[in-house]
């Protein structure tokens, strides 16, 4: 594997809040356009992972290398101007906005008129936001969610809400996609629609993947590789059969799940 391959190092990685240590010596990498997937117990680490990946949280030790460059002292809006988006386990849209309005919140970064200009309406600022919103009606077409447009985003079933997260990440076209349990919470029908949507948005627009899910049988399907996590520390890493095969995950985490 050439470093060109590689868009993702996670390089030592260790991260304590007073004495609890979320993260001991955390290190793997994710080529790109690949799915790649944290596996784990709760309180394993996982969220707190995809936290300093993107610069949310600032780990003791350790550094995060995307694209080749070492990122120091970084925050998730200079990770997200990097090519960095983020959906949470716990949904942060704008409940009282429409579907169309919380999708365009992920095409602020790339608007390059000034707020005065956009709030008016004027000259360039229109025709850039008529530009972005065509954009965001693609993205509402592609996850199917057009009847829904309109709609205020706090009136829309649990699924579509993940649906329109989704959505509003990938309106910022991002290189490498960080997904927090997108299908957390969904019956069966649902989870099967988002694991669709997720292999079209690698497929499709070549998207890089780091998902962190609980249903194995979704991470098995479409992880190329898995690394797990337990209690802060890695204790796993590879092909989803070898994960599978491997003793200390069976017993940590896929030996107790049902």
């Known amino acids: 594997m050439s ?16 004495g609890v240590q979320a993260l001991s010596n955390i290190s793997f990498d994710v080529q790109r356009g690949e799915i790649r997937s944290i596996i784990g117990p709760n309180g394993a680490g996982k ?11 600032k780990p003791q030790e350790g ?12 925050n998730p809006h200079r990770m ?17 906005m429409s579907v169309l309005d919380n999708i365009m919140t992920g095409r602020n970064l790339r608007m390059k008129s000034n707020l005065f200009l956009q709030a008016l309406r004027l000259g360039p600022a229109e025709r850039e936001e008529i530009r972005h919103r065509e954009f965001v ?14 709609t205020p985003v706090g009136q829309l079933p649990y699924g579509l ?20 349990e997108p299908m957390a919470g969904m019956n069966v029908e649902e989870k099967q629609d988002m694991c669709r949507f997720i292999l079209d948005v690698n497929d499709e627009f070549g998207t890089t993947i780091v998902l962190i899910e609980h249903d194995m ?7 190329e590789r898995v690394v797990v996590l337990d209690y802060g520390k890695k204790i796993g890493d590879g092909v989803p059969d070898d994960v599978r095969q491997n003793p200390d995950v069976i017993n940590a985490y896929l030996g ?3």
Do not use: W
Not at 5 to 15: A, F, K, N, T, Y
Not at 80 to 96: C, D, E, I, M, P
């Open 80 to 96: 997200a101007s990097l090519g960095v988006a983020r959906t949470f386990q716990n949904l942060a849209l704008f409940k009282g």
């Open 161 to 180: 809400q993940k649906r329109v997260d989704l959505g509003r990440a990938l309106a910022m076209e991002p290189k490498l996609l960080l997904l927090d």
């Open 3 to 18: 470093g060109s391959d590689i868009i993702l190092e996670v390089r030592g990685i260790s991260l304590s809040f007073g």
């Open 63 to 74: 550094q995060i290398v995307f694209e080749g460059e070492t990122l120091d002292d970084v």
């Open 137 to 150: 009606e693609e993205i509402i077409d592609f996850l199917g969610i057009q009847q829904h447009r309109r």
């Open 217 to 223: 049988s979704v991470v098995m399907d479409i992880s």
């Open 47 to 57: 969220s707190s992972m995809l936290n300093c990946i993107n610069g949310a949280y």
């Open 256 to 258: 107790t799940e049902h």
